[in-house]
Nanobody, 114 residues
Framework: QVQLVESGGGLVQAGGSLRLSCADS????????IDWYRQAPGERRELLAS???????YYASSVKGRFTISRDNAKNTVFLQMNSLKPEDTAVYYC????????WGQGTQVNVSS
C-alpha cells in the first residue's frame, strides 16, 4: 500500500531545531518531487518546500534560510531540517507527493513555545 508517513514533530522552544522525516512506504516516489506543507489552526495549508527526484529544491519565503529539504533515495525518505524555529511555525506538517493521484501523509504536530 502506498503511504507517506511523517515523523519527528514535537515541542521545542523558540530558536530550537527539529528534523522531520517523510518515509515513502513503497519507493514509488523515488524519482518524484516531494513537498512539505503545514497547516495552522484556522489557516490554509501552506507549501513550504519541495525537492525533485534529482535534488532540485524550492522554498517558500517564510522558511527560506531556516529550513532545508533533502532526500535519501536509498531509504525512500525525505527530510525537513527546521532551524531557528519561531512560535508562528507551530502547525501540523504534512508531506505530499503525486503519482497518478495526490498522496498525503497523516501529519506530524510541531509546537514552538516562546
Amino acid at each position: 500500500q502506498v503511504q507517506l508517513v511523517e515523523s519527528g514533530g514535537g515541542l521545542v522552544q523558540a530558536g530550537g531545531s527539529l528534523r522531520l522525516s517523510c518515509a515513502d512506504s513503497t519507493g514509488i516516489f523515488r524519482y518524484s518531487a516531494i513537498d512539505w506543507y503545514r497547516q495552522a489552526p484556522g489557516e490554509r495549508r501552506e507549501l513550504l518546500a519541495s525537492i525533485t527526484g534529482d535534488g532540485g529544491t524550492y522554498y517558500a519565503s517564510s522558511v527560506k534560510g531556516r529550513f532545508t529539504i533533502s532526500r535519501d533515495n536509498a531509504k525512500n525518505t525525505v527530510f525537513l531540517q527546521m532551524n531557528s524555529l519561531k512560535p508562528e511555525d507551530t502547525a501540523v506538517y504534512y508531506c505530499h507527493a503525486y503519482h497518478r493521484y495526490d498522496y498525503w501523509g497523516q501529519g506530524t504536530q510541531v509546537n514552538v513555545s516562546s
